[in-house]
């Protein structure tokens, strides 16, 4: 489940010896995370409704482009640093997406979804390394 809308973010810079006692100026920031703004309301009513999706959209967008770039990732590859390396990280993502939002994946996805898992298919081998 998401945070509600609207979050915020405080700064502030210490005056006094107290540790756990902000003390001085402070800045308020109110952030939307990229889902939250393309889901949001305030954007689906604005001049900027173009960009604005509902959240099931945002997610099987980006579950698409994960699965499209494991796909592709090439087979002789032997980085298997899943947090800096973007293709290892893309497919150690994707099994979990499948079991975390599964009734989010729309039909068309699901059958790349087919192909991650065909042991023929070219980016296969690269799960050995991972």
């Known amino acids: 489940m998401l945070p509600p809308l609207g979050g915020e973010c405080k700064f502030y810079i210490k005056a006094g010896n107290d540790e756990d006692a902000p003390m001085g100026s402070f800045v308020s920031i109110a952030h939307y995370t990229v889902l939250e703004f ?10 900027a409704q173009y960009f604005s999706m509902t959240q099931r959209d945002v997610k099987n967008s980006f579950f698409n482009s994960v699965l499209r770039q494991s796909l592709a990732a090439d087979p002789s590859g032997i980085l298997a640093d899943w947090v800096r390396d973007r293709e290892a990280y893309c497919l150690t993502l994707v099994p979990l997406i499948m079991l975390t939002e599964p009734d989010s994946i729309d039909p068309d996805t699901l059958e790349l979804c087919v192909q991650y898992f065909l042991p023929t298919s070219s980016h296969f081998p690269r799960l050995r390394t991972i």
Not at 38 to 47: G, H, K, Q, V, Y
């Open 38 to 47: 393309l889901s949001s309301e305030r954007i689906a009513s604005s001049s």
